[in-house]
């Protein structure tokens, strides 16, 4: 959790860091990279994770000093750059999660072309970029969503291995890919993911793995715990965002949906330390029905109180609106936030979604995401926006409430959001241009507002 404070210049772009607050990608070191994620380091520096845009193509580590210049002696190689490859599969970098050593892990997912599926793939690195080999198999976890992938040999190719270069394909759209991760204070490691059983169809789990990336067999007796919503009917989950209390219970959250009758909404559920569902959470699961399509995208725990705070997007009439909601740590409706009711915010006309969110020591909410509806399009622009703890827009963050990033005519898409220890906030995502059949990614940014 961080601090907010409020001075008269909160949610401006910060002219401290690159171009009058914008840092546009790819530089000139970075070529063909676009950023996915970001995580802010000590000493004022940022880590940011990045893809290129192609079939078999690296995953891109860099580092930002303070005032948004490349660290061009992260990773040894005086590059700036350190990249992860693995052989035949394509690579996103979903999240980077600090660790209490100073390193960090990057999470992602993994598709294997021609088969269809793949899975979720770790990496463990020091402070200085070197990976860390004793991490899983020599410094690689994969968690693949068929039994069959297990055994199955990864070549992988690091920076200062093998011969060649990387080469940038041309850009394209891409889908919607995710994982949700947390470090606990004993260094085991919660997230979601999904996997395949003998037979039937897949199921969302939670799972804990060791500092090491063993499996804790310790939670639920097996590593991992189906999520299944008691009494609830649906045919589709998602489990889509997992986050751990101060007492070591796991909070997971997404979206169920069924088919007939048709019925749709929001879930929270909790499981234990052990693994086990948490029936004092509510009685295990609470949900927010919606007649509409709704998603789940991010979860916070509040520090002082264990409440959570969950936001996503739900259309109403057909809109695209921010969802939030606040449960408190028992799992009841938080009647300080928008007296006990869920909250579909639309600050501009053509609606938003919320992908990012996180907690201020005041209780404030910052979130970010993309306005619009579900396609890149004309007016497609970056928004982030700050909320007082009971809903109402914090009218002292730009003035309005939230502050929009669309110059130079593109389409801006929020890809990640960070806030540094002294509450500045970062945000970074993707430019699109117009294409013949339908935008393509064109370039990046990171930008950061003062706090």
């Not at 676009?34 to 995953?59: C, D, H, N, S, W």
């Not at 948004?68 to 190689?77: I, K, N, P, R, Y």
């Not at 029905?289 to 739900?314: C, F, K, T």
């Not at 408190?328 to 928008?338: C, M």
Request: net charge negative; charged share 20%.
């Amino acid at each position: 959790m961080t601090r907010s404070s409020d001075t008269p210049d909160a949610g401006t772009l910060d002219p401290s860091f690159a171009e009058g607050g914008v840092l546009r990608l790819p530089t000139p070191e970075f070529t063909g990279y676009y950023v996915q994620t970001i995580l802010p380091l000590a000493g004022k520096e940022l880590l940011f994770g990045m893809r290129v845009v192609g079939e078999f193509e690296p995953i891109g580590l860099a580092k930002l000093n303070e005032d948004g210049s490349v660290d061009m002696a992260f990773g040894g190689a005086g590059t700036g750059l350190v990249e992860f490859y693995i052989k035949g599969e394509r690579l996103y970098v979903d999240q980077l999660c600090g660790l209490s050593d100073g390193g960090w892990l990057v999470i992602g997912t993994y598709q294997s072309l021609g088969l269809g599926y793949g899975g979720k793939y770790l990496l463990r690195y020091f402070q200085d970029g070197q990976l860390d080999r004793s991490f899983g198999e020599n410094g690689l976890r994969l968690l693949p969503v068929k039994e069959e992938q297990k055994g199955v040999e990864k070549k992988l190719r690091v920076s200062g291995w093998g011969d060649g270069q990387f080469s940038a394909h041309g850009p394209r759209a891409q889908g919607r890919q995710g994982a949700a991760a947390v470090q606990q204070l004993d260094g085991k490691i919660v997230l979601v993911s999904y996997k395949y059983p003998e037979s039937g169809p897949a199921q969302r789990i939670v799972l804990r793995l060791n500092p090491d990336g063993s499996m804790d067999k310790t939670f639920n007796g097996a590593g991992f715990a189906v999520i299944e919503l008691k009494d609830i009917p649906y045919d589709y989950l998602n489990a889509d965002a997992v986050a751990v209390q101060a007492d070591g219970k796991v909070v997971v959250a997404g979206t169920y949906s069924q088919d007939s009758p048709a019925s749709r909404g929001a879930y929270v559920t909790r499981f234990d330390a052990m693994g086990r569902l948490d029936t004092s959470f509510n009685g295990g699961v609470v949900t927010v029905p919606h007649s509409e399509l709704i998603y789940v995208e991010s979860m916070a725990v509040r520090q002082n109180d264990g409440a959570v705070v969950v936001i996503g997007e739900a259309d109403v009439d057909r809109v695209s609106h921010g969802l939030m909601f606040v449960l408190t740590s028992g799992g009841f409706f938080d009647f300080h936030f928008n007296r006990g009711q869920p909250l579909f915010s639309a600050p501009l006309p053509q609606g938003q979604n919320w992908l990012h969110c996180a907690l201020q020591a005041d209780g404030s909410i910052l979130v970010t995401g993309t306005t619009g509806g579900a396609f890149i399009e004309k007016g497609t622009t970056a928004l982030t926006a700050r909320f007082h703890s009971d809903g109402s827009l914090d009218l002292a963050f730009n003035r309005r409430g939230f502050a929009v990033f669309d110059d130079a005519g593109k389409y801006r898409t929020v890809e990640a959001m960070a806030v540094m220890t002294d509450g500045r906030i970062v945000v970074g995502g993707f430019a699109w241009e117009d294409g013949v059949d339908w935008p393509y990614i064109d370039s990046g940014w990171i930008i950061r507002y003062q706090a």
